[in-house]
């Protein structure tokens, strides 16, 4: 066990680019989607520091050791008329876990959408995904247990660009 | 049948049209989005979303939502299509895979790597056109939310 006192959360820089594709590859492999991910370094540069970035991240650190990230954009509600922020990715290596590191990077995004004044921050968790759901119940977030997620993608999507209407 | 973006003249119609959805979805008292939060979030200059608008002998009949979002998975974007409506006196004209096809399109033409959405679990229709589509139920995913309140909440107790 390490000191959950030095747990620091700062902004992702663009010299992390590199530990933050490899936490990404780790929170592929602890959600079993390792042959999902394919996200490499100069994506990261490309997305996350580009004149447009399409993401933000924190750094968790245990003294001088990296020990979690989250991972947050916008989205937006066409009914509420505002946006609100989606966490893609929060995630704390396992040598690391059970101090607290991953409250840490949750209250800091929650943080930023208080100040920055999103209507609410929102996530997805998978359902075998036990710790984590029981985490979130404890910190009252709310099951929106009736919305399913769907995806078209690969040659779904491209037939569907081709698909002549009736 | 024309599809086409949203103009600003339209900003009335896509409010009633997001209107119309809402009371489909049964909760009609959760629009509280106004004419200026639509002009301003899709024509300011901070866009945060798009709409394309569907046109039925000159009427507006339906509406597609959607923006970029992030995967790190992939290192790419999808386009999550937030909202697809049909008004229902237009249903069954193919007005929804229309809305359905162009956002498609847009989606490869910009490079994202697929479509994403959500859809409510009483809603068998959806689910069954979804379905025909070839579309994914990425059913191991719970949504879960913090609203304002939970938000500070949070913050305050740590």
């Known amino acids: 066990m390490r000191q959950d006192s030095t747990v620091t959360i700062r902004p992702v820089k663009r010299n992390d680019a590199r530990v ?14 390792e042959h999902e991910a394919i996200m490499t370094e100069e994506d990261i540069l490309r997305d996350g520091f580009g004149p447009r970035p399409k993401f933000r991240a924190l750094i968790a650190e245990a003294g ?13 509600s066409s009914f509420q008329g505002r ?3 989606f966490l893609e990715d929060i995630f704390v290596r396992p040598e690391f876990r059970k101090q607290g590191v991953g409250t840490k990077l949750l209250a800091e995004v929650a943080k930023i959408a208080w100040e920055e004044d999103y209507f609410c921050l929102r996530w997805e968790v998978l359902d075998w995904n036990t710790p984590a759901i029981d985490f979130y119940k404890k910190i009252d977030a709310e ?10 993608i690969g040659d779904a999507l491209q037939a569907m660009s081709q698909k002549a209407a009736k | 049948m024309i599809i086409r973006p949203a103009t600003r003249e339209d900003v009335p ?26 002009l301003r979030d899709i024509f300011g200059p901070q866009p945060k979303f798009r ?37 229902e006196k237009f249903r069954n004209h193919g ?21 994403r959405w959500e859809v409510l679990d009483w809603n068998r229709s959806a689910i069954e056109f979804y ?24 913050i305050k107790n740590m």
């Open chain 1, 143 to 152: 099951f929106l247990d009736q919305w399913k997620a769907v995806c078209l």
């Open chain 2, 131 to 154: 379905e025909k589509l070839g579309a994914k139920f990425l059913h191991e995913r719970k949504v879960v939310s913090f609203d304002e309140q939970a938000t500070r909440g949070l």
């Open chain 1, 20 to 33: 933050l594709r490899d936490l990404i590859h780790e929170l592929a492999k602890y959600e079993r989607l």
């Open chain 2, 51 to 87: 709409a394309l608008i569907a046109e039925w002998k000159g009427e507006p009949a339906g509406y597609a939502s959607f923006f970029h979002f992030y995967s790190t998975y992939r290192g790419r974007s999808a386009l999550f299509l937030e909202d697809l409506f049909v008004l």
């Open chain 2, 95 to 115: 007005i929804g895979i229309g809305l359905l096809k162009a956002v498609a399109t847009l989606a490869l033409d910009e490079g994202c790597f697929g479509l």
């Open chain 2, 13 to 38: 119609a896509l409010l009633s049209l997001i209107r119309g959805l809402a009371e489909y979805e049964k909760k009609p008292e959760a629009v509280v989005a106004t004419k200026k939060d639509l």
């Open chain 1, 64 to 76: 001088d050791q990296i020990a979690g990230y989250a991972l947050f954009f916008e989205f937006y």
């Open chain 1, 83 to 85: 946006a609100g922020l």
